[in-house]
């Protein structure tokens, strides 16, 4: 969307993210590479497996050196990855391997360098496998670029409308679940520090100011990514965590709608931070939006 211009002269974005607590971050998460590895090899009968190159071999193999590699870099830098594709069967030496890497860090130069030697890692790997291999990013997330501007303002929101109660049953439900964890519905103060998780929402902070915040959806530990997750999503507490965040969300609207000034000062912070700087979204505009996984 960035790409293709969606986020054009926009004066400003307010944006949230469902939580085990409610405040203002206004640092955002890791830059991020998500990238596809394919390796192409020479099928076989595995009884005759010195007629074929794996291409499965090339991928196992690169594994082996990010793991290598991994003792070798900056220690807020996570490397992950999954076969997306690894053959059909074991008496057949699979023709085709496919994996899927993330690279986060904390900034793009940082991404930019690991990704790098993690291709190299490739490179080797289908060299020593006589195989061939290619690479492509679907997608590049950016740091957040912090607007201290906005950041107040949604605080002041936050603040304002508050996080939603949390009653008896809300608490049956979670415990019905196996979590003896409290709701958290205090709101941090300050204007928090940079997480390790990525979210693409922090490009679009560099093509317009932004203010995020985050609610209150469901217990403390519970697991990101994780069916526990989605089951509180569906449940009245976190109903009532959204209908909070749309007040935020109207009542920052309206300030920076009504408050000339409020606007101005994120507008112009927004400028003196990106001067110099020019939005490159880190694939290729033939490229098409991925909306099948890799």
Not at 47 to 60: E, I, T
Not at 70 to 92: K, L, Q, T
Not at 102 to 111: L, S, T, W
Not at 205 to 221: E, H, I, K, N
Request: hydrophobic fraction near 35%; proline fraction near 5%.
């Amino acid at each position: 969307m960035a790409r293709d211009g969606g986020f054009r002269d926009l004066d400003a974005v307010l944006a949230w993210h469902p939580g085990d607590s409610s405040g203002v971050n206004n640092y955002g998460g890791s830059a991020i590479d998500s990238l596809v590895y394919e390796f192409f090899g020479k099928t076989s009968h595995g009884a005759s497996a010195h007629m074929g190159r794996s291409a499965l071999d090339g991928v196992m193999l690169m594994d082996v050196a990010a793991n290598y590699l991994r003792e070798h870099v900056p220690e807020n830098v996570r490397i992950h990855c999954v076969i997306r594709n690894g053959g059909d069967a074991p008496n057949v030496v699979p023709a085709y391997a496919k994996v899927w890497y993330y690279v986060r860090g904390k900034d793009r130069a940082e991404v930019d360098e690991v990704r790098e030697r993690l291709t190299d890692c490739a490179r080797g790997a289908a060299l020593a496998t006589g195989t061939r291999m290619k690479w492509h990013r679907i997608s590049a997330v950016y740091p957040r670029l912090p607007n201290d501007t906005m950041c107040t303002a949604v605080h002041k929101n936050l603040e304002l409308f508050g996080t939603p109660r949390v009653n008896k049953t809300d608490r049956e439900r979670v415990k019905a679940l196996g979590y003896e964890g409290e709701f958290n519905t205090a709101i941090a103060e300050g204007s928090g520090s940079q997480g390790r998780g990525s979210t693409d929402e922090d490009n679009v902070s560099w093509l317009a100011p932004l203010g995020r915040f985050q609610m209150v959806c469901y217990t403390q530990d519970t697991p990101g990514h994780h069916r526990d997750m989605a089951a509180q999503a569906l449940m009245p507490f976190a109903e009532r965590s959204m209908l909070q965040t749309a007040k935020v969300f109207a009542g920052a609207a309206v300030d920076l709608c009504q408050d000339q000034k409020l606007m101005r000062e994120a507008r112009t912070e927004f400028r003196k931070r990106t001067r110099g700087f020019k939005y490159d979204p880190l694939v290729s505009k033939k490229q098409p939006v991925p909306i099948d996984p890799p």
